[in-house]
Nanobody, 125 residues
Framework: EVQLVESGGGLVQAGGSLRLSCAAS????????IGWFRQAPGKEREGVSC????????YYAESVKGRFTISNDNAKNTVYLQMNSLKPEDTAVYYC??????????????????WGQGTQVTVSS
């Protein structure tokens, strides 16, 4: 079973930065994608960003383009989400998730079969 461990959440002021980490273990898929999702109280889960193992292609929600950057360190089996220029509306629980395959279906969270436990990100105004 794929195991995902998230870290890096916390409390920051508007305009600040955080870097989230997602460490994967027991992950043996040849083709895979790692996505970041978030969920605020009373709102649906939202796709934030995704990276594909096929060619390193990355994808972003319109609301975070230009502010967030997804990357991976294959040697450490870790995917990062660098979040800059944070806004109060970015406040949410952030989850990383994995799926087998080369595509990054950010609009379909159910396509991702393995999930981390989530990490809280709070941005104060």
């Amino acid at each position: 079973e794929v195991q995902l461990v998230e870290s890096g959440g916390g409390l920051v002021q508007a305009g600040g930065s955080l870097r989230l980490s997602c460490a994967a273990s027991r992950f043996t898929f040849d083709d895979y994608a790692i996505g970041w999702f978030r969920q605020a109280p009373g709102k649906e889960r939202e796709g934030v960003s995704c990276i594909s193992s096929s060619d390193g292609s990355t994808y972003y929600a319109e609301s975070v383009k230009g502010r967030f950057t997804i990357s991976n360190d294959n040697a450490k089996n870790t995917v990062y989400l660098q979040m800059n220029s944070l806004k109060p509306e970015d406040t949410a629980v952030y989850y990383c998730a994995a799926r087998e395959g080369i595509w990054c279906p950010l609009r379909v969270p159910a396509d991702f079969g393995s999930w981390g436990q989530g990490t809280q990100v709070t941005v104060s105004s």
